[in-house]
């Protein structure tokens, strides 16, 4: 019997050798960092300081009341340059606010082991812990830990899956993460399990990870029941939430409902060790560890690094692009990443890795017409239509892209990788989702106004 | 035998068909759809290019609209006067006074002016390019991928050599399905008396603006300075905003702006003739 695993999926070039063996190390302390008051899933962050102020290192620089968000703390301590629109890794330009450090590094004592006593504390207080110290998924979406935490009244979550899977090609933090700092995520991870009261814990790993899952398990201890480490098999999307839990305790999130439906959450291992810093330390979310790495650079690394510093400091700290020709840089690994247009972006939240491409692989292709060959359909993870999806986000049939489904897609990139008539079948996906939302936000502008006219 | 055969057959294939007849001689009597032969006419006059600028889907909706006195037939904007007119003419109602309505594509910033930090090589679309954020510095810009004269159902657009779209004056017809195609909203539907246009979008301070294009607007202030109107001119989120309550006029207002952002009757200018005209000299010159 083989590993277990998801339906569907591919097997992409993982690439990951260029940066496994790496050690996380510290970057240099940046000088400046330009925060984004929108590096989570929800509403985003109003800012706290303004222009002139001084702050400090793990200072509250920034809130907001809604129920999904998150804060969002200076990552370096220093004055507050400017509140301007900067732009921002996922796109668009966001405000951002600027900090000019003083070249001092706070000691949070993150060696000292454990410190607090598990036992000792609430549900209610790890949770309140989680959301103050700005903790949200560090796989990549950023949405808010503390909002997974907080199940409505009425459904009852019984496990909490650890994701360690990290499927994605290329990226190797969360790997080093669970090599270096096993402890660290086992404890977070029982953290977690006690916040949402789930008796039962799953760490899964792909078996591309050998080292980490010996890691893990020799963290958790011979006589560990209640946490177990499970083997899957090497495919991706394996990290993707939904195809995890199928792959992990073959149960199916259905369409439209979140894991939380089916008893489950799911936490990314950065995440974990996250939390332990939060909660032993009291040390926000002020810095992650990104894997820099591609063809385009010249020493891969896993650098840890403060929110905020832009990929230019990043890239020059691993020995900067190679020499000639043109790059492709993105913010995450090839599949689901996104290109950037310009290096003086920030690390955010929720930035896993910075892979830098060159050569054959960045060649723009020619794309054909469909053939019909159905290998899209047979890719899919989510057993969606992609050829179809496609078509109708590309010519705007929006009511047949809903129909069929276009809103359940998870923007794996599996279609666009294996088509042999190399369509770019996700961009007209993500084109489509773009449009309905774009169109909804118009109804609901002109149903106010019309609204409004009536009330007149 | 063969007469027999003859009359059998011609006499049942006769019933049928007169059965059929009678059949089809109620239906048309009884289950007509009853339709407005005003409605069928006015249609008839209407273009026919079903573009929607007049806010309602369609002209034959539009038609039905005009019957009810919903909408007065100056609401056509694709129609032209004569056709308003006509209407008018016909129903016997007042046109309706409506300024023509033109598209003004408010970025002057093509490849020659703003600074291409990087090669886009995506999907050959503006709203997809948008999402990475496309080649250029500037954010707010054009992307030049010609989403717009796509849009366009009146042949009214064109892509310049300096990867800018241009809108033919002499063809617009100001229905707005390019304001609505561009995904930065560079694209604004104005009246024709509209002359003055601060051609920027770009809502980053002057030293950011000006890093990545020569006719960014730095937001100096200087045109609201100098404007004849008092008040026409303000300035919004580091960009010049033109109120047009009362006509800016503009003579003076342009005259000291670093950039040449700020413009004063230059929509004009572009004709499809003198648009094709200039293409083919470029082609003349480049071949």
Redesign the interface.
């Known amino acids: 019997m083989g590993l277990k695993t998801f339906d569907r999926g591919i097997h992409p070039a993982y690439n990951k050798e260029l940066a496994s063996s790496k050690a996380i190390t510290p970057a240099a302390l940046p000088k400046t960092v330009i925060i984004p008051l929108r590096q989570h899933a929800g509403a985003p962050c109003t800012a706290l300081v303004k222009k002139g102020d001084v702050v400090e290192e793990g200072q509250k620089i920034a809130d907001v009341e809604a129920f999904v968000s998150a804060p969002i703390h200076a990552s370096i301590s220093g004055k507050v340059k400017e509140i ?2 900067y ?1 921002h890794p996922v ?3 966001v405000p951002s606010i600027v900090i000019t450090g003083d070249g001092e590094k706070k000691d949070w004592g993150t060696s000292g082991g454990v410190t607090v006593d598990l036992a000792s504390l609430t549900p209610d207080a790890i949770r309140t812990t989680i959301r103050e110290s700005g903790i949200v998924g560090m796989g990549g979406a950023g949405f808010p830990t503390a909002v997974k935490l907080n199940a409505p009244k009425g459904k009852k979550i019984d496990t909490i899956v650890l994701n360690g899977c990290e499927c994605e090609p290329y990226l190797t933090a969360d790997h080093r993460i669970m090599l270096e700092e096993a402890d660290k995520v086992v404890w977070g991870m029982r953290a977690l399990m006690k916040g949402v009261g789930a008796p039962n814990g799953f760490i899964g790993i792909e078996d591309n990870k050998k080292d980490a899952i010996e890691a893990i398990k020799l963290a958790l201890g011979p006589s560990c029941t209640d946490i177990k480490v499970i083997e899957l098999e090497t495919k991706y999307p394996q990290g993707a939430e939904k195809m995890l839990i199928k792959a992990a305790l073959n149960r199916k999130v259905p369409k439209g409902k979140l894991p939380l439906d089916v008893g489950v959450v799911v936490n990314n291992v950065g995440t974990a060790a996250a939390i332990f810093d939060a909660l032993n330390y009291g040390k926000p979310l002020i810095e992650r560890v990104v894997t820099v790495s591609g063809n385009g650079i010249k020493e891969p690394k896993n650098l840890l690094c403060r929110i905020g510093t832009t990929f230019e400091e990043i890239i020059k700290q691993c020995g900067g692009l190679k020499e000639g020709g ?1 790059f492709e840089v993105l913010n995450g690994g090839p599949m689901m990443g ?5 290096l003086d972006v920030p690390v955010i939240k929720g930035t896993s890795g910075i892979t830098a491409l060159m050569g054959e692989v ?1 060649k ?1 292709k020619k794309y054909d017409a469909c053939i019909r060959c159905a290998s899209c359909v047979e890719a899919c993870p989510m057993a969606l239509m992609p050829y179809r999806l496609g078509d109708y986000g ?1 010519m705007q049939r929006l009511d047949d892209f809903n129909g069929w489904g276009g809103f359940d897609c998870i923007e794996c990139g599996c279609c666009s990788y294996v088509c042999p008539s190399k369509r ?1 079948l996700l ?2 996906i ?2 489509g989702k ?2 309905v939302r774009q169109n909804q936000q118009a109804q609901q502008e002109q149903a106010q106004l019309a609204e409004q006219a009536s009330a007149k | 035998m063969v007469i027999e055969t003859i009359i059998v057959s011609a006499v049942s294939m006769g019933g049928i068909a007169a059965a059929l007849a009678v059949f089809l001689i109620f239906a048309d009597s009884k289950l007509k759809v009853k339709t407005d032969p005003m409605v069928d006419k006015l249609t008839d006059m209407l273009p026919g290019t079903n573009c929607g600028g007049c806010g309602v889907p369609g002209c034959s909706a539009f038609a039905e609209a005009l019957i009810k006195g919903e909408m007065s037939p100056g609401g056509c904007v694709a129609g032209g006067e004569d056709v308003v007119n006509e209407i008018a003419a016909l129903l016997g109602v007042d046109a309706g006074s409506k300024s023509r309505m033109l598209a003004v594509v408010l970025c002057k910033g093509g490849s020659a002016e703003a600074v291409q930090k990087a090669t886009y090589r995506g999907e050959v679309n503006c709203t997809a390019a948008d999402i990475s954020g496309g080649g250029k510095g500037c954010v707010y810009g054009c992307l030049g991928l010609g989403e717009c004269v796509d849009a366009c159902d009146f042949g009214a657009m064109g892509m310049d050599d300096n990867g800018l779209p241009v809108v033919f004056y002499d063809k617009c017809v100001g229905c707005g399905a390019c304001a609505k195609a561009c995904p930065r909203d560079i694209i604004e539907m104005h009246p024709e008396e509209h002359k003055l246009f601060v051609y920027c979008k770009n809502k980053d301070k002057g030293p950011k603006a000006k890093k990545v294009c020569t006719v960014a607007c730095i937001a100096c202030s200087l045109c609201a300075k100098d404007c004849e109107v008092e008040g026409a001119i303000a300035m919004q989120s580091n960009i010049a905003v033109i109120e047009y309550g009362p006509d800016p006029l503009g003579g003076d207002a342009i005259k000291r702006c670093p950039t040449k952002c700020i413009l004063f009757d230059v929509e004009k200018d572009v004709t499809k003739e003198r648009f094709e005209a200039a293409q083919k000299g470029a082609v003349l010159k480049t071949g």
């Open positions: 301007d629109l732009q796109g668009m330009k043109e996104i290109a950037q247009m310009q960045i723009p590309n770019p961009q007209w993500r084109l773009l449009r």
